[in-house]
């Protein structure tokens, strides 16, 4: 039985970018996965930059630069970078906010080897990765 799967998906104009992964692990029961890629666009995003309480939104034109992070239904940490018509670029934590304008290709990886949780470990406040072997 091969331990890896990949999922590719396509998100549509109006779709909420994390809501949309969130579903796609919950619905596949993802418990170790991880981004491969993401390309597309946004007019609206929301984003909570390092060592923030609050993120920032703003609304327009922007291309999906990079997408990074571990997915899991225990809890998911995902990193978007975008940047405006001018070139310039953002990048934070992916809230839920983020609204696709023409579209987003998106590859999913994930491995039934591992299992990802998220919990308070004591080294930071907030709750961390912790990987279990299976």
């Known amino acids: ?13 109006g779709d909420d970018l994390r809501k949309s992964i969130e579903a796609l692990v919950e619905e596949k029961n993802i418990k170790a996965g991880w981004i491969n890629t993401c390309v597309g666009s946004l007019t609206d995003y ?6 923030q309480q609050d993120g920032i939104h703003d609304s327009g034109h922007f291309e999906i630069v990079s997408l990074t992070g571990t997915v899991s239904v225990s809890g998911s940490h995902l990193h978007i970078c975008i940047s405006d ?8 934590h992916l ?9 987003a290709e998106i590859v999913i990886g994930s491995t039934i080897a591992y299992e990802f949780k998220r919990k308070k470990d004591g080294t930071t406040e907030w709750e961390e990765l912790q990987v279990n072997e299976k």
């Open 1 to 13: 039985m091969d331990k890896n799967k990949v999922y590719v998906f396509r998100l549509k104009p």
């Open 46 to 51: 929301s984003i909570r930059f390092a060592n």
């Open 85 to 92: 018509s001018t070139g310039k670029t953002i990048g934070g």
């Open 95 to 103: 809230l839920e906010g983020c609204k696709i304008y023409t579209t």
